[in-house]
């Protein structure tokens, strides 16, 4: 039988249906049936003392402590819901509700290193993702800016310059690291080195080792140059990329979905900028949507007004959650 979902957000987007209330990435403590929690960059989720159910992966608890965020007990399995993996980072899941809603959380278009691409699902209503849904964001093929970033790499090594690669610390770090291991030496900023570490305990292969950044200084590493370094995504005004620049000369890499704008670039004062995303470019969401095939489309995050105006276009009806959105941090 369908099922009717009431469905609202505010703390996360809750989901109401048969008597039954799940809140789906809520930020801060709220009373619920079941609470899910798609993936480790929910900085925030309070564990609500009432007796709601914590749904997750086991990955996503375990990044999730690993950042000081218990998430105490947590169910890996539940009558009625499906995770389906997201692609977005290590653990990350949607989840489909009585094989009807499908919620997707942030959400993956392509495979990338050993990440595959969300899956689409058969749904009669999807929540998506809207991050990047506006025309202009088409990301390149990681192999073409894997190509890109190594044939600059090997340009700077070959005059001995240091390269920093920069990305979000839980989740495009590891992809930097995995995608560009062949250079050595590679030294990591501890919050890399430390998300590295997590992702090898839940049997990541990351291929390439890395030296974390305090022991390479105490040994005097650094003064050997060229090298690459993974460090988490910041402007190249902060204290520390201003030092490495000072000491080593360094040349700055950032990677993001945003990077297909020119202006991301000079804006985070990176000497370069490529995007490689853990989101969905535009066109990815829609072949996804399509694939999804729903009767009804709720975007959240991002661009989901004009991506629900575009998904009305092409005959889907969409309509965008609003208010959902607290801040850019919120949908890394
Ligand atoms: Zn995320």
């Known amino acids: 039988m369908a099922e009717n979902f009431i469905i609202s957000q505010g703390n996360g987007i809750s989901v109401q249906y048969n008597g039954k ?17 798609s993936h480790a960059h929910m900085d925030h989720m309070h564990r609500p003392k009432q007796n709601s159910v914590v749904l997750t992966s ?17 169910e890996t399995e539940l009558e009625g819901y499906e995770m389906i993996d997201s692609g977005h980072i290590l653990g990350s899941r949607g989840l489909l509700i009585e094989n009807e809603l499908y919620y997707t959380g942030d959400i993956a278009g392509r495979p990338r290193g050993f990440l595959p691409r969300g899956k689409p699902v058969k749904c009669k209503t999807l929540i998506l993702e ?23 790499i090997a340009d700077l090594f070959s005059r001995g310059i240091p390269v920093l690669l920069m990305g979000y ?6 992809i930097v690291s995995y995608l560009f291991s062949s250079w050595q030496p590679m030294y990591s900023h501890e919050a890399v080195f430390k998300m590295n ?22 040994e005097g590493l650094l003064k050997r140059m060229p090298w690459v370094m993974v460090a988490p995504m910041s402007s190249g005004r902060s204290k520390f990329v ?20 020119e202006s991301y670039k000079h804006s985070r004062a990176l000497d370069y900028a490529f995007p490689i995303s853990d989101h969905c470019d535009f066109y990815e969401l829609v072949s996804f949507v399509k694939e999804c095939a729903p009767e009804k489309v709720y975007t959240f995050h991002g661009s989901a007004v004009s991506l629900a105006e575009h998904l009305r276009e092409i ?14 941090k919120s949908f890394i």
């Open 58 to 74: 086991h990955e996503t608890a375990y990044l999730a402590a690993q950042r000081d965020n218990e998430l105490g007990a947590v």
């Open 242 to 261: 201003k030092s490495l620049k000072e000491k080593y000369g360094v040349v700055t890499i950032g990677f993001s979905g945003w990077a297909v704008n």
């Open 197 to 218: 570490g997590a992702y090898r305990t839940l049997n990541v292969d990351l291929k390439g080792e890395s030296i974390e950044i305090s022991k390479a200084e105490e």
């Open 315 to 328: 005959g889907f009806d969409a309509e965008p959650l609003l208010g959902a959105q607290k801040s850019l």
């Open 169 to 174: 610390a839980l989740g495009k770090a590891q």
């Open 130 to 152: 809207s991050t990047f849904g506006e025309e202009e964001y088409r990301f390149p093929p990681i192999a073409i800016v894997q190509d890109r970033v190594n044939k600059l």
């Open 21 to 37: 209330k799940i809140v789906l990435d809520p930020s801060s403590s709220v009373d619920a049936d079941v609470i899910f929690i």
